[in-house]
C-alpha cells in the first residue's frame, strides 16, 4: 500500500505543510495592538494521538490514530517577547510568528498510511487572551520507500478530517489605552503652567504598560514604562496629554491631580466625551473595561471686579456727572430778550 493523498484544495500536488529533514514547521502568530507590551508569559503545547472517534477518513483515505514516539514537539513552548522572532505591522496592528517543529520518526511507524495528532495550546493566565482554536489537528502521510517509511509531507487542520487546513495557532491579545488631557481655562488660568499628575495601574503581576507624552504643538516625549502596582508621575501643561498603552479590560488606573486651591484654581475631570463634569482632582481606581478611555482634567482660575471697588468709585462719578451738567447749565450763553 502506497498513500497518494492530494495534498491541499484544488488536487495540488505541493503538501500544505512540507518535510524538511524529518520536521515540519508549524506556526503560532499572537496579534496584539502595535503599542502594547508583548506579554512575557509563556504559551505551552503538547502532543497526542488522536482519539478513535476523532480519526474520522479525509478525502475517502482511512486514519488511523498516531503512534506514540513517532512525532514530537521542539519547542514545546513559546514566549512572544523572546528576541528574534519575525514581527509585521499593519494598520496598528502587530503579529508576531513564533515556530514550532513537528519532530517525525520515521522508524516508529509500522506501516504506510495517515495517521493522525492533536496538537493543543495550554493557554497562560491572561486577560484579553483569546484563541482561535485550542487545538490543531496534524495528519502525517507515511508512504513505502525502498529503504523503509518516509512522510512526505503534512496536513494541518482545525478540525479532524476537515477541509479547514491552517499553518498554525492564531491567538489575539486585546488590549486598551488610557489616555489623560489637560484643559486650563479661566481668565486667569496661566495657560504654560505644568499641572503634577500621579497614575497608578493594577494588573496581573509583572503586567508592563508603555506610556508617550504628547505636547500641544504635536511633539512627543521618548517613550517611558510603567509596572502594575507602580506609580508614575507626570506633568501636563494646556493642550498636553499622555497615553498609556496595554491595559486590558480587567486592569485598573487611578488618578490624581495635585492639589492647586490655593493659587485660586477649581479642578473638575470628565470622562470620556459624554461623561458628567466631576469637582475634584482624583479618580479612584476605575476599571477600563472593554474600550479605550479618555479622561479629561479642568483646571478653572476666573477674576472678577470686588464689589468694594463699586461701592467707592460710583459716588465719586455720579458727583463729577452732576458738576459738569451744572457747568453746562450755569455757562450756557443766555439769548437777548427783546
Known amino acids: 500500500g502506497v498513500v497518494t493523498p492530494a ?8 503538501p500544505h505543510l512540507p518535510v524538511k529533514d524529518n520536521k515540519v514547521t508549524i506556526a503560532s502568530k499572537l496579534t496584539m495592538d502595535d503599542n502594547a507590551m508583548v506579554p512575557n508569559v509563556k504559551f505551552n503545547y503538547s502532543i497526542v494521538p488522536a482519539s478513535e472517534s476523532e480519526c474520522t477518513s479525509t478525502g475517502g483515505m482511512p ?3 498516531g503512534v506514540d514516539g513517532a512525532v514530537s514537539l521542539s519547542p514545546d ?3 512572544y517577547s523572546d528576541k528574534g522572532l519575525t514581527s509585521a505591522n499593519v494598520d496598528g496592528t502587530k503579529t508576531i510568528t513564533a515556530q ?16 493522525r495528532y492533536k496538537i493543543t495550546q495550554q493557554n497562560p493566565v491572561l486577560d484579553g487572551l483569546s484563541v482561535q482554536d485550542p487545538a490543531l489537528f496534524l495528519d ?18 482545525a478540525e479532524a478530517g476537515s477541509g479547514k487546513k491552517t499553518d498554525g495557532f492564531v ?3 486585546a488590549t486598551h489605552k488610557l489616555t489623560i488631557k489637560k484643559i486650563v481655562a479661566g481668565n486667569q488660568g496661566d ?3 505644568d499641572f503634577k499628575f500621579t497614575v497608578s495601574f493594577s494588573g496581573a503581576t509583572g503586567e508592563t504598560y508603555k506610556y508617550v507624552k504628547v505636547k500641544k504643538d504635536g511633539t512627543s516625549t521618548p517613550e517611558g514604562l510603567a509596572n502594575s502596582g507602580s506609580t508614575v508621575s507626570v506633568s501636563l501643561s494646556d493642550g498636553d496629554s499622555v497615553t498609556f498603552y496595554g491595559l486590558s479590560s480587567e486592569d485598573t488606573y487611578a488618578v490624581t491631580e495635585g492639589n492647586y486651591t490655593q493659587e485660586g484654581y477649581e479642578t473638575s475631570y470628565k470622562i470620556g466625551e459624554t461623561g458628567n463634569e466631576t469637582k475634584s482632582n482624583t479618580i479612584s481606581a476605575t476599571r477600563i473595561g472593554a474600550f479605550d478611555t479618555t479622561v479629561t482634567f479642568t483646571n478653572t482660575k476666573e477674576a472678577t471686579v470686588p464689589t468694594d471697588v463699586i461701592r467707592t468709585v460710583v459716588p465719586y462719578v455720579a458727583i463729577v456727572a452732576f458738576a459738569a451738567v451744572m457747568g453746562v447749565v450755569f455757562f450756557r450763553p443766555r439769548r437777548n430778550r427783546r
Open 7 to 14: 495534498w491541499a484544495e484544488g488536487g495540488s500536488t505541493t
Open 63 to 65: 486514519v488511523t490514530p
Open 77 to 79: 513552548s513559546v514566549n
Open 100 to 115: 514550532l517543529s513537528a519532530v517525525l520518526n520515521t522508524t516508529e511507524f509500522t506501516a504506510p498510511g495517515i495517521y
Open 140 to 157: 502525517v502521510y507515511v508512504e513505502n520507500n525502498v529503504t523503509g517509511y518516509v512522510v512526505k509531507g503534512c496536513t494541518l487542520s
Open 171 to 173: 491567538n489575539d491579545y
Open 191 to 193: 495657560k504654560k503652567k
